[in-house]
């Protein structure tokens, strides 16, 4: 409350109620960015023919159909591997 307090003085146009409903304003942006970020997976045929996975992070998986099938395959390795080294390996939410 501080910082709004004094942002308050410094320009006196702006009364402390307008700096409280532009902060509740930014907090509400925010949650739906959140939320937006954890969306559902979805898929897409892209440009050069490849299939992209959106909603695994900011930008998504791109990978040919033969790489996909190939990784399909090595799914039970991948999950042997991540509960091999599950100490060492972070968590992205």
Not at 6 to 23: I, P
Not at 45 to 51: F, G, M, P, T
Request: proline share 2%.
């Amino acid at each position: 409350m501080a910082i709004l307090q004094d942002v308050s003085k410094a320009n006196g146009k702006t009364s402390m109620a307008d700096l409280q409903a532009e902060l509740e304003k930014l907090r509400q942006e925010n949650a739906k960015l959140k939320e937006a970020r954890n969306a559902k997976i979805s898929f897409k045929v892209s440009e050069k023919r490849a299939l992209s996975c959106y909603g695994m992070g900011r930008f998504p998986i791109t990978l040919y159909k033969s790489q996909w099938l190939r990784l399909i395959e090595v799914i039970p390795q991948i999950k042997a591997f991540i509960e091999a080294h599950a100490s060492e390996l972070a968590d992205k939410e």
